[in-house]
């Protein structure tokens, strides 16, 4: 097999390894470190990245990435998996989207080992992990009291990124251009397959979201070739693909009270909400109007909202809405547990859909 080696240390095949990535130390001079799980099988195959709290208050990738690295089907391993629990460790640790240093670190890369805090760890994990891989997952939530409906926003332009995006097997897949200084334009630039899965509410676990993005991670290593062809015999979920979305936004203060949930299909012209007076003067209600036809895929939370405050992501969509509404349905009682999980089926890992 290639030789891989992350920080100085060789990745053997068929093992499991920790490895460190050092990063700066806290003001209390007390050690810090990037956590890489490595699990390599036994025969060669594509090199997959699976990176979690990039942003470090989305936390529900946390928990998909533990549950990923219990599942068995990983005895079955072709290839390697670089499992990233939490990559920026310093805002995790401070329940913060940012670093220390108030930057975002998917606007850092490429970064450099002499930059500010932010570039410097995004220098380290792109040179320690993503240019040794082939294929990538990033995984991300909404903002804090923003929730998203579980997407794919990938550049489904490039043919193998769109089959990594539809094996996935969320309900939308949305295209979207990279932004400067994110983890997936210096990625693709190195022409490394990146998706980037966004599901739930920053802060918060989302059960259906943890639950579909462990499946999603692994219908994609199937896809790739690092794992055997699922034996299921349920139908494929199939995705909602589109290349246009617009956040509506409040045209007044005031208290927001929302009309319809995320995944729910809308019309142009739809009233999805209602600004109204504290004061309880109903006479001044605001209507917050869907500007074109699509489904709801991210929607804030917070009732108390100022003008210009966004309100609700819709995804615009044209085709077969009925259809579509099916999609939806069927993906929400693929994930939804009837019961959940108790201590002990945490321990043993809780069943997933797919």
Same mark, same amino acid.
């Given at each position: ?22 990063? #700066?130390?806290?003001?209390? $001079? @007390?050690? /810090?470190?990037?956590? %890489? ?6 025969? =060669?195959?594509? &090199? ?69 805090? #932010?570039?410097?760890?995004? $220098? @380290?994990? /792109?040179?320690?992990? %993503? ?6 997952? =990033?995984?991300? &939530? ?37 932004r400067d200084g994110s ?28 639950? #579909? ?118 993906f929400r009682e693929a ?20």
């Amino acid at each position: 097999m290639q030789k891989l080696t992350i920080a100085g240390v060789d990745i053997i095949a068929g093992s499991r390894q920790q490895i460190e990535l050092p990063v #700066a130390n806290l003001y209390t $001079h @007390t050690e /810090l470190s990037m956590t %890489v799980k490595a699990v390599r099988g036994r025969k =060669d195959g594509p &090199t997959l990245f699976v990176s979690a709290a990039i942003h470090g208050d989305e936390i529900n990738g946390v928990e998909i990435v533990r549950r990923l690295l219990q599942h068995k089907a990983l005895r079955s391993l072709r290839g390697t998996l670089l499992a990233i629990p939490i990559v920026n460790v310093h805002g995790f640790l401070n329940n913060s989207r940012y670093l220390p240093d108030g930057r975002d670190l998917n606007r850092s890369f490429p970064g450099s080992p002499k930059s500010s805090l #932010a570039g410097r760890m995004a $220098h @380290t994990f /792109l040179n320690e992990v %993503v240019l040794k891989c082939t294929h990538g997952i =990033d995984l991300h &939530t909404g903002a804090r009291h923003r929730s998203n409906l579980p997407q794919i926003r990938a550049d489904i332009k490039d043919k193998s990124t769109l089959a990594m995006a539809e094996s996935f097997g969320a309900p939308v897949i949305l295209h979207s251009a990279t932004r400067d200084g994110s983890l997936r334009e210096i990625a693709s630039e190195s022409n490394i397959q990146v998706l980037l899965y966004e599901a739930g509410e920053a802060l918060r676990f989302d059960e259906i979201a943890i639950r #579909a993005g462990v499946s999603g991670i692994l219908n994609v290593m199937r896809q790739i070739g690092m794992l055997p062809a699922s034996r299921s015999k349920k139908p494929k979920r199939s995705s909602m693909i589109t290349g246009q979305s617009t956040w509506l936004r409040a045209t007044s203060s005031g208290v927001l009270r929302a009309l319809v949930p995320l995944g729910a299909f809308v019309s142009k012209g739809d009233v999805l909400a209602l600004i109204s007076d504290p004061m309880g003067d109903n006479s001044s209600d605001v209507k917050i109007l869907a500007s074109d036809d699509g489904i709801v895929i991210g929607r804030t939370f917070l009732p108390l909202v100022y003008e210009g405050d966004a309100l609700f992501h819709i995804a615009k969509y044209k085709a077969n809405i009925e259809e579509a509404l099916e999609q939806v349905n069927a993906f929400r009682e693929a994930f939804e547990p009837e019961v959940y999980p108790t201590a002990d089926e945490y321990d043993d890992h809780p069943p997933i859909a797919g």
